[in-house]
């Protein structure tokens, strides 16, 4: 195996090894074994080897699953991953390693050096599984914003192709990919690892990964490996195996295997209490014992010390150049940076080998490597600064050097940026940082290439001193740097990067340059929620980009600023503009800013009443951005139909259309990013639907998938909704706390919401006064805004509210707060009745206003049947089952507190009570009960017949697996949904088919639309 580094290089259209003719390959010569500083056999880790050993045998049986093995240097991680590897003969074990001390390592390089070595390789010596993955990694030097595509669909993109690589290297047999020493891996890296960990499923693929964790950090984890172990705690097929100290009695077996028997039992002693059960220190201490140290070192430094004075001055100049490269090196690179060659240079491996600090056996490569950092750490330490500059200096002009001829000069420019720098040839490295950026950049290493921009905006400062020429230049950097930064996700660096743009530009005479930087900056501000500065800049931006002639600069600008407008629910100025953006678009033929402006323009018009034609200019939209084969585009606007759908009450195709993209979300590669947004957004409708356990399964999977940002809140406030109807309030306020954390309230897509989810809870649990907040909080969002269809929801908790106070304090014969609760409810009658002015609303907002008037009657104490009928009507044509059952309670106590007919109310409250108890739920089902026993109804139901699932044989189990295949949930799902295995799942699913007479789950799920099947509750995941 090779990694991507002087001497081998991926192609452009293949991964495969550069293999340099006779005349680059140095002569080897027979090396001697060093004196043995290791055990020949693996001590103490035999628990660890079996939970390795079960991970394979599930892989093995197509469930693909992730181990992560951590521990403190030297405790055995890489030791563990060889034993491993020597007992899996049966498997295809690829390894790629993670490198300390070369920042500038190329991005994905141990990903590449792992795959290098996959027997995938078809007839023409192409990648049949994915010649778009190496195709995607090609380093060309194209900036950003330069490319083809958005930089989050290129990376979904590359993310998927090597999935699907695995895929095809895994056809024959099972597969093992490990990454050794994450903690040091580059953020795409360690992204990659996690996607990989979360996307594979069924396949024959164990993915390992090995990861430092010091017992005592003198520096806290990266925040993204802190994030890959969070991960691993809550991903399901994901395991963390921690690898602890020797015991007392392990280290006297590993010194035994080590020295022999003949060893002083003093000096065993010795070893295994200066060792503190880490194999490594065990071993180096062995080695100064058997090298004729006397006694036992006090530490692993003074012991490498002492075997490091003994080395010969080329020995010492090989180690040190090492060191500073931090990883394993190619013969040549040695050569060419020490100037020892032929004879000499094999003396000095040979003397470096004898003293167990390299090994020159790295796979069968041309190449010695340290057999571990700590050798480097220490020896970086015992260097004087100034011999750190000279390595670093003739390892940047070895490199130079031994580059010449690769296909792609970016192979190494990262490594020789820092190289440059680090030996203080700053302009030089300036030059190669800028290549590594966009280098960088263009694989979709977005995390790199910002740092790398970050030094180059750096080195820029440090030679624009002696180049006047520089401040020219530091515009379309900073650009440059911005673009990566807000790819990379850092939004607010992108934000800070564009405002010093603008500085160094001053007042630029071409004010279409300023109206770029300046739609950038309103992009940036929008991204990091700052929702009020960005329509500010946006605004700025237009009033500079020309409208003539027709640009996309200028349709982007109208499309942004309409979509930030859209935010924050001023739907007919945004209407207007995104006409605009359209208009501009379509002038320009750009495509994807045309779907882009119909998505945002579909959900103005929605907003405003005009349902018919909203949904229809969504459904476009779709279709555009498909055509301008963009996946963000596409799904952007496939979540905007879903969500109007929903809107307009059209469910049942509002979860199709939702449910129907979450495939090509996966195999886009954007599972975590769309396919959370698809299941927050399916799942809340499938709550309104009262298909619950459906919407519990879409929840706890977008949750696993470690959902962030507002979509986190959206899983968050569904299952907080689910938990209040099921009666289990401290779990729901438990995610209304998680969700308000991560809402944004000035944006009203989901703050709205979540106030409502919120001040229902508190209604529950008593507290009217916090409901009442929620509610205010929630109205206030929706200040100066179009969005009646918004409130609507919110007036109706608000008049519940003030009902439930109006008559608590009428039955404590408090007149006062009792009369300004009913003129807060007649306050909030008279705003409903304006709004239902309107002759374009949704059914369910009709629905919605209707409850709001009504609980205002009752807030008055004048008790009327009718409007809570209306709306059980509205709400059962529009399958709302669960308002419809609260609607009929209320209707039903409504008619009894006026005597009237106690048959209709009974038959009323008896619906609803079998409503909710079909549902689940429970508060409303109690609310029922009292008000039965209060007014002495029997609501018991006539006896239901016998479930014709169960006299059709099928089991309990296998009457809720049917119920769920009719809701049209996969096997994934239905797993989900019942905290079973998919394999589980299968064997029922085949029962079914058998028991039913049916042929296919399309057949059974029509078959269960004709049963009657018992529905019992099933409870939601805790997570």
């Known amino acids: 195996m090779k990694m991507c580094r002087p001497g081998w290089h991926p192609p452009s259209l293949m991964i495969l090894q550069h293999r340099p003719d006779d005349s680059e390959r140095p002569v080897r010569q027979n090396l001697p074994m060093a004196r043995r500083v290791s055990s020949p056999a693996l001590v103490g880790r035999k628990k660890e080897l079996e939970t390795l050993g079960t991970a394979l045998r599930g892989a093995t049986a197509s469930e693909a699953c992730a181990v992560l093995i951590t521990g403190e240097a030297g405790i055995g991680k890489t030791r563990l991953l060889a034993e491993f590897q020597r007992a899996c003969q049966h498997a295809t074990f690829a390894v790629g390693h993670c490198l ?69 290297a895994a056809i024959q047999g099972p597969l093992i990919i490990a990454l050794e020493d994450l903690q040091w891996a580059s953020r795409s890296t360690i992204e990659l690892f996690e996607f990989l960990a979360a996307a594979l499923r069924d396949e024959r693929i164990l993915l390992l990964g090995t990861l430092r964790i010091e017992r005592w950090p003198v520096v806290p984890q990266r925040d993204d490996v802190e994030s890959l172990l969070r991960e691993f705690e809550h991903l399901p097929r994901c395991e963390v195996v921690a690898l602890s100290p020797l015991t007392a009695r392990e280290s006297r ?3 035994s295997a080590i020295t022999g028997d003949a060893q002083d039992p003093a000096v065993i002693e010795g070893l295994v209490n200066r060792g503190h059960g880490n194999p490594l220190f065990i071993e180096e201490f062995a080695a100064f014992v058997a090298a004729g140290g006397e006694g036992v070192p006090e530490s692993l430094r003074s012991s490498l010390m002492a075997r490091l004075r003994e080395l010969s001055p080329a020995g010492r100049l090989v180690l040190e150049l090492m060191a500073v490269a931090g990883r394993s090196v190619p013969y040549r690179l040695i050569e060419s940076a020490s100037g020892v060659r032929g004879d000499e240079l094999v003396a000095a491996v040979r003397d470096l080998t004898s003293h167990a600090f390299v ?33 670093h200096g003739q390892l940047a002009d070895a490199l130079i050097e031994t580059a010449t001829g690769l296909p792609t000069p970016s192979a190494s420019s990262a ?51 002696s180049h006047s020429e520089a401040a020219e230049d530091r515009t379309p950097l900073l650009m440059e740097a911005a673009e990566a930064a807000f790819a990379a996700g850092e939004g607010e660096r992108a ?13 630029p005479a071409n004010r279409q340059m300023e109206g770029s930087l300046r739609r950038r900056l309103g992009t940036y501000l929008l991204s990091v929620l700052r929702d009020d500065e960005a329509v500010a800049e946006l605004r700025r931006a237009l009033d500079l980009i020309p409208s003539e002639p027709r640009s996309s600069e200028r349709a982007r600008a109208l499309g942004t600023l309409g979509a930030a407008l859209m935010l924050g629910g001023r739907y007919r100025e945004s209407q207007r503009l995104c006409e605009g953006a359209l208009e501009a678009a379509r002038s320009v033929g750009d495509t994807y800013l045309a779907g882009q402006a119909l998505s945002f323009l579909g959900v103005d018009l929605v907003n405003i009443g005009e349902l018919a034609r909203g949904l229809e200019v969504l459904r476009e939209a779709v279709k555009v951005a498909r055509k301008a084969a963009r996946a963000e585009g596409v799904f952007e606007a496939i979540i905007n139909l879903s969500e109007m759908l929903n809107r307009t009450d059209l469910l049942a195709e509002a979860v199709a259309v939702a449910l129907a993209a979450l495939p090509e979300a996966d195999e886009e590669g954007l599972t975590r990013r769309i396919g959370t947004g698809l299941r927050a957004t399916a799942a809340g409708v499938l709550i309104r639907s009262g298909r619950w356990q459906a919407a519990a399964a879409l929840i706890n999977e977008g949750l696993a998938l470690m959902a962030t940002g507002e979509w986190l809140a959206a899983l968050l406030a569904n299952r907080a909704r689910l938990h209040i109807n099921h009666g289990r309030f401290a779990e729901a306020r438990e995610d209304v706390d998680r969700a308000i954390g991560v809402a944004h309230s000035e944006r009203v897509d989901l703050w709205p919401v979540l106030a409502a989810v919120a001040a229902e809870l508190n209604i529950w649990c008593g507290d009217l006064p916090e409901a009442r907040d929620m509610v205010q909080r929630g109205l206030a969002a929706l200040t100066d805004t179009d969005a009646d269809q918004l409130r609507s929801p919110l007036l109706a908790v608000a008049a519940r509210i003030e009902a439930d106070d109006a008559e608590r304090c009428r039955a404590l014969r408090l007149r006062t707060p009792a009369l300004m609760a009913e003129m807060a409810a007649e306050h909030l009658r008279q705003a409903a009745g304006k709004i239902l002015t309107s002759a374009s609303l949704p059914q369910g907002i009709r629905a919605e206003l209707a409850c709001c008037r009504a609980e205002a009657a009752r807030a008055l104490g004048k008790p009327d049947p009718d409007p809570w009928h209306a709306a059980a009507g509205l709400w059962g044509a529009v399958g709302q089952p669960y308002n419809r059952a609260y609607a009929q309670f209320r209707e039903g106590e409504a008619l009894l507190a006026l005597g009237g007919n106690r048959s209709s109310a009974r038959q009323t409250l008896r619906e609803a009570l079998g409503t909710a108890r079909d549902l689940g739920a429970i508060p409303l089902q109690q609310l029922l009960l009292d008000l039965a026993r209060r007014a002495r109804l029997d609501l018991t139901p006539p006896r239901r017949p016998e479930p014709v699932a169960m006299a059709a044989g099928l089991s309990g189990r296998e009457t809720e697996v049917l119920r769920l295949i009719a809701d049209g949930l996969t096997n994934r799902g239905i797993a989900a949904a019942l905290f079973i295995s998919e394999a589980t799942v299968a064997t029922h699913v085949s029962h079914i088919l058998r028991k039913l007479g049916v042929a296919s789950r399309l057949e059974a799920g029509r078959a269960a639309r004709h049963l009657v099947i018992a529905t019992p509750d099933t409870p939601l995941d805790p997570r």
């Open 415 to 465: 490594e020789l940026a820092h190289h440059l720098e680090a030996a203080g040839r700053f302009e030089a490295a300036l030059s190669a940082a800028i290549v590594a950026g966009r280098a960088a950049f263009r694989t979709t290493a977005h995390a790199e290439a910002d740092r790398h921009f970050a030094d180059a905006l750096r080195l820029r400062e440090a030679v624009s001193t």
């Open 100 to 168: 300390e001390l070369a920042p500038g390592e190329l991005a994905f390089a141990p990903w590449l050096e792992a795959l290098a070595s996959l027997p995938i390789r078809g007839p023409d010596e192409t990648l049949p599984a994915d010649v778009e993955f190496a195709e995607l990694l090609d380093s060309s030097t194209t900036a950003p914003g330069r490319a083809g595509r958005r930089p989050e669909t290129s990376r979904a993109r590359l993310f998927v192709a090597a999935r699907r690589l695995l895929r095809a």
């Open 495 to 507: 934000v800070a990067l564009i405002h010093a743009a603008l500085d160094a530009s001053g007042s």
């Open 253 to 255: 077996e590993l010194v």
């Open 359 to 391: 090994s020159s056996d790295v796979g069968g490569r041309e190449e010695i490597a340290l057999r571990h950092s700590l050798v480097a750490e220490t020896i970086l330490e015992e260097m004087l600064p100034i011999e750190r500059r000279q390595r």
